[in-house]
């Protein structure tokens, strides 16, 4: 198993340019994660899943978007970069038993900056 | 609002001491707690605790939790230089689908 990988990683945007970070998972997991990492301040949850054709808001989703349509597969999609989007992104999954979902494992990263 | 502190925020060791990281959380309907160590990319898994006072262990790494007084403690014995990293503390709600994260604590082991 690859577990979670993601693309790119690292990547230079201008302000205003567009991109699709990619995510993909191999372990069948339903539910994915969307997190951004900035320096001494941990990890804030951008967007999340619980299985293919539903998403939902995490703490901090202005500016970014995302789409399911497989169960592998969890895009997230910058449309107007700023310089505020500068961060690591990680993406995550995990699988679901009854109450509630176990831990999460976690992408290698994507180191973007937006100049 | 749930929130989950860690401290110290940053902590510098010489290779041998033993360390003790914090994690306190004010969280609604509690479920588990789990830590993380984060070295330069992605965070890797390494306890999770459900049951209050049930130690978990995993070589010279040691966690408890206690329900009651709303914390958990990291061990590290031994300290060894591959262990500088950011540990992470992140608690699970019942009823949610995320976790909520402290800011970690960043560990620096010199030899």
């Known amino acids: 198993n690859a577990g979670v990988t993601q693309t790119p990683k690292f990547r230079i945007l201008k302000i205003g340019q567009s991109m699709t970070l990619q995510c993909t998972q191999d372990?069948?997991?339903?539910?994915m994660y969307w997190y951004r990492q900035d320096p001494g301040m941990g990890l804030k949850l951008i967007y999340y899943?619980?299985?293919?054709?539903?998403?939902d808001k995490g703490e901090v989703p202005n500016g970014y978007n995302v789409s399911r349509s497989t169960t592998e597969d969890f895009p997230l999609r910058l449309e107007l970069a700023a310089p505020s989007q500068t961060s690591v992104y990680f993406c995550?999954?995990?699988?679901?038993?009854?109450?509630?979902?176990?831990?999460?494992?976690f992408g290698p990263g994507t180191r973007l900056t937006v100049t | 609002e749930d929130k989950v502190v860690q401290s110290p925020l940053s902590l510098v060791v010489h290779e041998g001491d033993t360390v003790t990281l914090n994690c306190s959380y004010e969280?609604?309907?509690?479920?588990?707690l789990l830590w993380y160590k984060q070295e330069k990319k992605a965070p890797t898994f390494l306890f999770m605790l459900?049951?209050?006072?049930i130690e978990k262990k995993s070589g010279r790494l040691s966690s408890i939790l206690d329900k009651k007084e709303l914390f958990s403690i990291l061990n590290i014995t031994a300290t060894q230089t591959g262990d500088s990293a950011i540990y992470l503390c992140?608690?699970?709600?019942?009823?949610?689908?995320?976790?909520?994260f402290g800011k970690g604590t960043k560990l620096t082991v010199n030899p």
């Open positions: 992140a608690v699970a709600q019942g009823g949610s689908e995320k976790l909520v």
């Open positions: 899943s619980v299985g293919a054709g539903i998403t």
């Open positions: 372990m069948n997991h339903n539910y």
């Open positions: 459900t049951s209050s006072g």
């Open positions: 995550a999954s995990s699988y679901s038993l009854a109450g509630g979902p176990y831990e999460q494992y």
């Open positions: 969280v609604t309907n509690f479920r588990s």
